[in-house]
């Protein structure tokens, strides 16, 4: 019988930093310009330092 391959799981939980320039906040939303593209954020999944 030929042997099942093994499959390895790799699994990365780390932050990544992108620097961009805020465009606009609108309530709970801020929107941000990384690159050629604005991406819209929610604000609760920003870690803000106190």
């Known amino acids: ?5 093994e499959t390895k799981k790799i699994s990365v939980d780390s932050p990544v930093t992108l620097k961009g320039f805020v465009k606009a906040i609108f309530n709970d939303t801020i ?3 990384i690159g050629g593209k604005i991406i ?11």
């Open 1 to 5: 019988m030929a042997k099942k391959p």
């Open 40 to 50: 819209p954020i929610p604000a609760n999944d920003l870690q803000l330092d106190k």
């Open 31 to 33: 929107h941000v310009q």
